[in-house]
Nanobody
Framework: QVQLVESGGGLVQPGGSLRLSCAAS????????MGWYRQAPGKQRESVAT???????NYADSVRGRFTISRDNAKNTVYLQMNSLKPEDTAVYYC????????????????WGQGTQVTVSS
């Protein structure tokens, strides 16, 4: 089994910062792309930022320049540094990883964390 566990969410004032972490554990042979997604009440889940195993990043227009995604391949961990937070960033943030669980399996499967709440409010 594979688990992705997020941490670092919470309540922050507008203009503040938070750092989210997501650690993957369990039966892992290799991890391809990892990413952060978010879902606000009444809205669909959207991509926030993704990063390949080689470090190539992609950001949603709404967060580019404010958020930074990074990863530590040795720790199977992905991070999201969020600066200049706005009330519209309020959402549940989910971690995602494309993971290959054994040498004999050549395909990658998408796994999700349980989500962490980020609330930006004064």
């Amino acid at each position: 089994q594979v688990q992705l566990v997020e941490s670092g969410g919470g309540l922050v004032q507008p203009g503040g910062s938070l750092r989210l972490s997501c650690a993957a554990s369990g039966r892992i042979f290799s991890i391809n792309a990892m990413g952060w997604y978010r879902q606000a009440p009444g809205k669909q889940r959207e991509s926030v930022a993704t990063i390949t195993s080689g470090g190539i990043t992609n950001y949603a227009d709404s967060v580019r320049g404010r958020f930074t995604i990074s990863r530590d391949n040795a720790k199977n961990t992905v991070y999201l540094q969020m600066n200049s937070l706005k009330p519209e960033d309020t959402a549940v943030y989910y971690c995602n990883g494309n993971i290959r669980t054994s040498y004999s399996l050549t395909s990658y499967r998408s796994y999700w964390g349980q989500g962490t709440q980020v609330t930006v409010s004064s």
